[in-house]
């Protein structure tokens, strides 16, 4: 009779360990942390100004309240404490202490609140989830808002059959500007779609960071590939359909720097990456400068006017000359700009809405916190430009082995700082919200995980890869 010897070659068979509960619900609270930050103007549409700020205040208490017990019973690490993002949190810093000489006090109060509330659930999440599972949690955020932009553009174009208001108020007898509604209901009609999100800009640029993460996980051969592909086809649609220049600049750009990583990693010599690099860097000039001499005619290709829209002669100059006022300094933290604060009510307005931003993040930083905060921005987004690059094109290795297979997932990292770099020349969305959360979150990683799958927070240490060799006298 067959049974089971004293002394076993081989541990005996076990099922595959399963994720407790309470990891499965930090996963979805990360979720939901990432939807709202994304469609944060849906919950504004949905809720309204005070419903929002509801929500805002609930994730705030959340995060501390809920996460740090969950982290500590699940799974115990060390805070990373020196591998902060520190010219990211000195600008936060700037922006808080910005209260002392501050132009508009109760604007940067306000919005210095949702800028940390941003920063520490970006830490958090950087914290206490892995390499995989960010990515995954980043994929089933964009599932939600693309599923969900989908079925209120159908609700809105078979059901109502006209456009919609923020918090589904009642349209006004007579004509009103087009810019207000949040879904118009052109779904059918070839025109710019919204999406939940109440912007064709928004829409289109989550689509593409939706097309970016989704294709990352069809190559590192994710499962459900095929559910992924219409994932992608969705994501592609919306992209295509929102029609947004900004948005197509940082797909091409994109599409660039993945064949130039990807060429990256098949040499195998140190000069054949300097002959790419030259190559690259050159064409890359080349290009910025055809680009620039060819402004006008590509942009009419692209059905936009030669002043970006407006902004150069109705935005930025007005925003140039309040920069001009404290030049080291800036006027004060305000970001978004906040429209009932009389500093920023129809001071520019488009279409009869008051703008919100500068659409130009740097302009933004000069005129809220001068030459210092441009500085501090610049250093934090080089820095995770400089250490995402190297995070893609460089084969994972801790020990003297030097040829183990690359992740497709350290391709993402590179891939969304470029898109929110070429972002930043027209929007200033990467200074605040998601965009800000992307910087903090993916610096934040890779300075205290610059391995996937490796490190004292994705589930092995290094010590862990093979038993350590005796030396021999």
């Not at 994304?38 to 929500?55: D, R, W």
Request: overall charge positive; hydrophobic content about 55%; proline content about 5%.
């Amino acid at each position: 009779m067959a049974q089971y010897t004293k002394h076993p070659v081989a541990a005996l068979p076990a099922p595959p360990e399963r994720e407790s509960t309470g990891h499965l619900m930090l996963r979805a609270y990360a979720v939901a942390v990432l939807f709202v930050t994304f469609a944060h103007s849906a919950v504004y549409n949905l809720l309204g100004e005070a419903g929002a700020g509801i929500v805002l205040i609930v994730f705030t208490l959340a995060t501390p309240a809920i996460g740090v017990p969950m982290l500590a019973r699940n799974r115990p690490q060390p805070f990373a404490w020196r591998r902060l993002p520190w010219a990211a949190l000195g600008y936060t810093a700037l922006a808080l202490i910005s209260v002392a000489w501050s132009q508009w006090r109760g604007s940067t109060l306000l919005t210095w609140m949702l800028l940390a509330a941003v920063t520490v659930n970006a830490l958090f999440i950087a914290h206490a989830l892995t390499w995989h599972e960010i990515v995954r949690a980043l994929a089933s955020a964009f599932k939600w808002i693309l599923g969900l932009s989908l079925l209120l553009e159908l609700w809105v174009s078979l059901v109502v059959h006209g456009p919609i208001l923020p918090n589904f108020f009642e349209r006004p007898d007579g004509e009103i500007n087009a810019h207000w509604y949040w879904v118009r209901g052109n779904l059918f009609d070839g025109d710019r779609v919204q999406g939940i999100v109440g912007n064709s800009n928004l829409l289109a640029i989550i689509s593409l960071f939706a097309l970016l993460t989704f294709g990352i996980l069809f190559a590192a051969r994710a499962r459900r590939r095929t559910m992924l592909a219409l994932w992608m086809l969705l994501a592609a649609f919306f992209l295509f359909r929102a029609g947004s220049a900004t948005a197509y600049a940082c797909a091409a750009a994109a599409a660039v720097v993945l064949v130039v990583a990807l060429l990256m990693r098949r040499t195998k010599t140190p000069g054949g990456r300097t002959r790419l690099y030259v190559v690259f860097i050159g064409g890359a000039v080349v290009a910025a400068l055809a680009v620039w001499l060819l402004k006008k005619p590509l942009l009419a290709l692209l059905g936009r006017s030669a002043d970006l829209t407006g902004r150069s002669d109705k935005i930025w100059e007005k925003v140039l000359e309040r920069a001009a006022e404290h030049p080291i300094f800036g006027n004060g933290f305000s970001s978004p700009w906040v429209p009932f604060d009389p500093a920023f009510a129809g001071w520019i307005e488009d279409h009869g809405i008051t703008v919100f931003h500068a659409h130009n993040m740097w302009l933004d930083v000069l005129m809220q916190l001068g030459v210092v905060g441009v500085v501090l921005v610049a250093l934090a987004y080089l820095s995770l430009l400089w250490r995402s690059w190297f995070f893609a094109i460089d084969r994972p290795r801790w020990d003297l082995q030097a040829d183990r297979s690359y992740s497709a997932l350290t391709l993402l990292p590179s891939l969304f700082t470029v898109v929110l770099l070429v972002q930043g020349y027209a929007e200033s969305t990467p200074i605040m919200l998601w965009g800000w959360m992307l910087l903090v979150l993916l610096s934040f990683k890779i300075k205290s995980v610059p391995l996937v799958g490796v490190g004292l927070s994705e589930r092995q240490r290094v010590t862990d890869h093979g038993e350590r060799r005796r030396r021999v006298p």
